[in-house]
């Protein structure tokens, strides 16, 4: 099985760019039940999540 560990300073930047992303999440104008998956996923992915926001997520 695959583990990915992310700590310190690293971990700390991760937390900061998720919360970011689901501020900007409940602030977008998409429909309520695409920002509950969008913030799902982040929560369940936080690394991939993020990415996948970030790239194709609501503006």
Do not use: R
């Not at 900007?24 to 999540?49: D, E, F, N, R, Y």
């Amino acid at each position: 099985m695959l583990s990915v560990e992310v700590s310190g300073i690293l971990g700390l930047l991760l937390l900061v760019l998720n919360i970011y992303a689901i501020i900007k999440i409940v602030q977008s104008g998409a429909s309520t039940g695409a920002k509950v998956l969008w913030v799902v996923l982040i929560l369940l992915l936080p690394v991939l999540g993020f990415i996948l926001w970030f790239l194709l997520g609501p503006k």
